[in-house]
Structure formats: structure tokens, C-alpha cells
Nanobody
Framework: QVQLVESGGGLVQPGGSLRLSCAAS????????MAWYRQRPGKQRELVAS???????NYADSMKGRFTISRDNGKNTVYLQMNSLKAEDTAVYYC?????????WGQGTQVTVSS
């Protein structure tokens, strides 16, 4: 089972930016579909964005234009660049690796947008 470790969360002011990273273990990273999810307080976990091994991306409508998902297969890492952050982006952000019917989740990283 792939191990995922997220980093890069923290406190940022509205309008600011953060880049989240998710490092994966193992040698099959380039075959995984990687995704970022988030769980806002009192809400269900929701998809933010996903990226295939070949770099095809998919975004939730509310995140299009502000968030960018990317990956570096040589570093076994997926990124989420978040710009123009809003208070409603406050959430725990989770990384997910999908391979066929199998999936793994990271432990999450807290992002707080507040002045």
C-alpha cells in the first residue's frame, strides 16, 4: 500500500497563496491517479482536483482558475497550488492515490484562511 505524506498547509490571509505537496512511497507513482480532496468544517469530504499519470487534470467547478494540480513523477510528488484563497477554502486537505480499485489516503494537512 502506498504511503502518502502531505505538507505545506498553514495559516494564510484571504487573497494569499499556498502550495501543498504530497509525497508518495514506492516505485509505481507514475501509474497512480492522484487527487486532492478537502473537508471543510461540518461538511463532507469533496474532490478538489485530480491528475492522471500522464498529466490530464480535472477540477471541481468552484476551484477552477484558482487551484492548479501538478505532479512530478521523478519525485513521486503531487502538488496543489492554491491562489486567491478565501475563508471558505479553510479545510483539511487530503491527498489520495488511486490505482485500479485500490486507493490510499494521506493524513491530511490543515489550511486556514483568515485575517
Amino acid at each position: 500500500q502506498v504511503q502518502l505524506v502531505e505538507s505545506g498547509g498553514g495559516l494564510v490571509q484571504p487573497g494569499g497563496s499556498l502550495r501543498l505537496s504530497c509525497a508518495a512511497s514506492g516505485s509505481l507513482f507514475s501509474f497512480y491517479v492522484m487527487a486532492w480532496y478537502r473537508q471543510r468544517p461540518g461538511k463532507q469530504r469533496e474532490l478538489v482536483a485530480s491528475i492522471s499519470g500522464g498529466g490530464n487534470t480535472n477540477y471541481a467547478d468552484s476551484m477552477k482558475g484558482r487551484f492548479t494540480i501538478s505532479r512530478d513523477n521523478g519525485k513521486n510528488t503531487v502538488y496543489l497550488q492554491m491562489n486567491s484563497l478565501k475563508a471558505e477554502d479553510t479545510a483539511v486537505y487530503y491527498c489520495k492515490a488511486e490505482f485500479g480499485r485500490a486507493s490510499s489516503w494521506g493524513q491530511g494537512t490543515q489550511v486556514t484562511v483568515s485575517s
